[in-house]
T-cell receptor, first 111, second 116 residues
């Protein structure tokens, strides 16, 4: 079972920041927060992951609250190509743990 | 991205056909995965291979038969499928299954399968 809660859909204006929330109130100390996205009928694309600290890469920033019960994925300047389903996944750092994908958030970037 | 490739990209087959899906990863990874994604449903993990050994089989019907001849290639052999097996089949790979950052999974583009 997915351990995260995400809004089913969001809209964002092109060029603005897209802030995608994720609740993971039952997260434990050794669990990472991962974000993937899936553009229509393609394979999921890895975006970013983090444990405690905020993370940034060329695609996005991940902000994790101090209590780690929620996080936000930020796409700083959304483009039409960022329209996709975004998945927030919590996964243990122990051996052999699988990724469990929930329904995600469908982000629509509008012109 | 060309790290994980899948062929064919689209496949239409009858219920009595036998076909195979192929996945190849060029990332030097040691673990490979098959997922199924039916319309409007989340991804479902089907099989996991680690160092060419099958380590997980998530109650998948025997009409799906995986094969991992080496760490770079993964096949899914299909026979006597049903129309409800129509879905997007996704392959993924990871460096290992040790936990933490090294088992981040990277996905292929998928094979869109239609069973008539």
């Amino acid at each position: 079972d997915a351990k995260t809660t995400q809004p089913p859909s969001m809209d964002c204006a092109e060029g603005r920041a897209a802030n995608l929330p994720c609740n993971h109130s039952t997260i434990s100390g050794n669990e990472y927060v991962y974000w993937y996205r899936q553009i229509h009928s393609q394979g999921p694309q890895y975006i970013i992951h983090g444990l405690k600290n905020n993370e940034t890469n060329e695609m996005a920033s991940l902000i994790i609250t101090e209590d780690r019960k929620s996080s936000t994925l930020i796409l700083p300047h959304a483009t039409l190509r960022d329209t996709a389903v975004y998945y927030c996944i919590v996964r243990s750092a122990t051996y052999g743990q699988n990724f469990v994908f929930g329904p995600g958030t469908r982000l629509s970037v509008l012109p | 991205e060309t790290g994980v490739t899948q062929t064919p990209r689209h496949l239409v087959m009858g219920m009595t056909n036998k076909k195979s899906l192929k996945c190849e990863q060029h990332l030097g990874h040691n673990a490979m995965y098959w997922y199924k994604q039916s319309a409007k449903k989340p991804l479902e993990l089907m099989f996991v291979y680690s160092l060419e050994e099958r380590v997980e089989n998530n109650s998948v019907p025997s009409r799906f038969s995986p094969e991992c001849p080496n760490s770079s290639h993964l096949f899914l052999h299909l026979h006597t499928l049903q129309p409800e097996d129509s879905a997007l089949y996704l392959c993924a790979s990871s460096q290992d299954r040790a936990g933490g950052s090294t088992d981040t999974q990277y996905f292929g583009p998928g094979t869109r399968l239609t069973v008539l």
